[in-house]
């Protein structure tokens, strides 16, 4: 069975171009990334047996060469992408990190660092060098972005714009329950109050339940303001994430908070994390709260009682 050939990308370019940043923000978009590879090892890389899942094949790997790179040579760089797409089928790709000398200078004497080719000797000389010896790179890369003008979340945008691919570029996505008489959850982006629905605690027969249970959630779903306040949150949910991911945040928490952490919010969680799944979206539900013992005491002190 022939296996999916990879996509691969060379990121390379001038030193202080963004060559890290590009590198950061691919990763977050779900590629495999690989910097400063010695080149004798980017055959056997390439030419490693692929794992037995065909699919885990097809994810996209970035690498990053540059001067830096031991064994560097951009002459034969180029033969080994001519040679390595004819045997093995690969899509390989080029991006060039070019920059005006003028601000690469002024990047150095900001960040106080050494040009890698011009440890005892002024930026400029480095940056003069490094030019010449990338010139087979620059000629044969597909694609070439100019960071001079480019601030670093620009940068970043722009990367996200041409290499996001389907189904990596996803957020981590996690709903989750929680009570609030133990405290908000600090790692929450979203929260939900849901002490407003009617709660089931104070039914007899509902209260050593939870959210889990059908009987509970019919209690909870029975809420005059349920249906329109599930609306509402599910329209924002769709209308956030997307942006979310549109803005690179890998992880996005959504909580939602009851008193106890055992009914209300456990249903809602569980129903929004079953829509999100509905509309594409992977997310893990989690809740808190649900193994602790229900306490009178605590739902007495959120009515004031």
């Known amino acids: 069975m022939k296996h999916i050939p990879k996509e691969i990308l060379l990121i390379t370019g001038m030193s202080g171009a963004g060559k890290s940043t590009v590198l950061k923000t691919l990763e977050d978009l779900g590629w495999e990334v690989v910097d400063n590879l010695p080149l004798i090892l980017l055959d056997r890389l390439l030419s490693a047996p692929p794992p037995k899942d065909a699919a885990s094949d097809s994810r996209p790997l970035a690498l990053g060469i540059g001067t830096r790179t031991r064994d560097f040579d ?7 992408i001519k040679a390595l797409r004819e045997r093995h089928g690969y899509d390989i790709g080029t991006l060039f990190l070019d920059c005006p000398g003028q601000e690469l200078e002024r990047r150095y004497d900001e960040t106080r660092r050494r040009h890698p080719l011009a440890s005892d ?18 000629r044969w890369a597909n694609r070439l972005i100019d960071t001079g003008d480019l601030a670093p979340n620009e940068l970043r945008q722009q990367i996200r714009d041409t290499f996001a691919r389907d189904g990596l570029d996803q957020p981590t996505l996690s709903v989750m329950s929680f009570g609030y008489a133990r405290g908000v959850p600090r790692n929450a982006d979203l929260v939900f109050d849901m002490r407003f629905l009617r709660n089931p605690h104070w039914v007899d027969a509902l209260r050593p339940g939870t959210g889990l249970d059908a009987d509970v959630s019919a209690y909870i779903a029975e809420d005059p303001a349920y249906a329109e306040a599930m609306t509402r949150i599910e329209s924002l949910l769709m209308l956030l994430l997307p942006r979310y991911r549109a803005e690179g945040k890998a992880y996005v928490t959504i909580a939602f908070g009851c008193t106890g952490g055992r009914h209300r919010s456990v249903h809602v969680a569980e129903r929004i994390g079953a829509r999100l799944h509905a509309e594409g979206f992977s997310p893990t539900v989690s809740h808190r709260d649900l193994g602790t013992a229900p306490q009178d005491t605590l739902e007495d002190a959120a009515t004031g009682a």
């Open 121 to 138: 000797r002024p930026a400029s000389d480095g940056i003069w060098r490094e030019r010449e010896l990338l010139a087979p790179l620059r």
């Open 74 to 80: 951009p002459q034969r760089i180029v033969e080994r």
